[in-house]
């Protein structure tokens, strides 16, 4: 008798082991899902720039169309140098990062450059965009938030592409080089915030900052 009722208690003190185990398992897992999974508008770009500083870099066009997210004109000067380029590969004028190469570019025939892929996809990033009273899928560098342009698929310019799909690129956004020639230097990672603090430091100590 006694040894059965040791046997009772052990299997009850066993149940409820398992059962705080499953119930703490479960609890971890709810807990993992209430986390929220980054969102192309929660990823930050590693470079940034004070606004002066990009005014600096680019022209007056390509701060426009990448810093404010302005469209070129269509069937313009660039575009008609980027029906005429051969092989290569197309860097975001902002930061020098890769995009594209000559690959993925096809003749769409709307007035943009066009890929239907970007080459490094970790390099392009994708978001929707609301603006002009429209849903659209804009796309940015992912490394310096440089706008480019935007994206489509289902449309019948791109069905006979790998992807179904048209990167359509502003053409100054875009730094092409021509395969064989020397890439840009990337422009290194800094923080606006960061750069005014040295400049802050630098004035107090009476020593000028050389900016790149």
């Known amino acids: 008798m006694r040894a059965s009722r040791t046997f009772d208690i052990l ?5 409820n082991t398992l059962f705080l185990i499953a119930l703490s398992t479960l609890s971890v897992l709810a807990n993992a899902e209430d986390k929220p999974k980054p969102t192309p508008e929660m990823i930050k770009p590693e470079v940034t720039l004070s606004e002066a500083d990009w005014k600096k870099r680019l022209t007056d066009e390509q701060y426009a169309v990448t810093r404010q997210a302005a469209t070129e ?6 575009y008609e140098e980027f029906e005429k380029q051969g092989e290569g590969t197309y860097y975001c004028i902002c930061c020098g990062v890769e995009l594209f190469t000559s690959k993925e570019k096809f003749h769409s025939g709307c007035g943009w450059p066009s890929f239907y892929d970007a080459s490094t996809a970790k390099n392009v990033l994708e978001r929707v965009d609301h603006s002009a009273g429209m849903r659209r899928v804009e796309t940015l560098c992912k490394r310096c938030g440089a706008h480019l342009g935007h994206v489509f698929e289902g449309e019948s310019v791109s069905a006979n592409t790998p992807t ?3 990167f359509c690129i502003n053409g100054v956004a875009l730094n092409y080089v021509e395969k064989g020639g020397k890439a840009p230097e990337l422009l290194e990672l800094t923080n606006a915030a960061v750069e005014k603090k040295k400049e802050e430091v630098a004035k107090e100590a009476g020593v000028e900052v050389q900016k790149p």
């Open 164 to 166: 179904k799909r048209r």
């Open 73 to 78: 004109r269509p069937y313009g000067a660039i």
């Open 11 to 15: 299997y009850v003190m066993n149940k």
